[in-house]
């Protein structure tokens, strides 16, 4: 490896949330805003809290 190759990514979690719905997307820095890594929405009343879902959002996607 080089000394410039970097093993994780700097990623942004985004989230609207909402009462009746939930939008939860992975961003790469490079890749803009139009360009999720991955994204998905949700019925908020079916979870208890945002940690909840937020952890079945990262399971699902495989991104830390």
Not at 2 to 25: P, S
């Amino acid at each position: 490896m080089t000394g410039n190759m970097r093993l994780e990514r700097d990623l942004i979690l985004a989230g609207d949330i909402g009462g009746t719905k939930t939008n939860l997307a992975i961003y790469a820095p490079d890749s803009g805003l139009k360009n999720p890594l991955a994204s998905t929405a949700y019925a908020s009343g079916e979870y208890a809290d945002l940690d909840s879902m937020l952890a079945e959002f990262l399971a699902d996607t495989g991104l830390k």
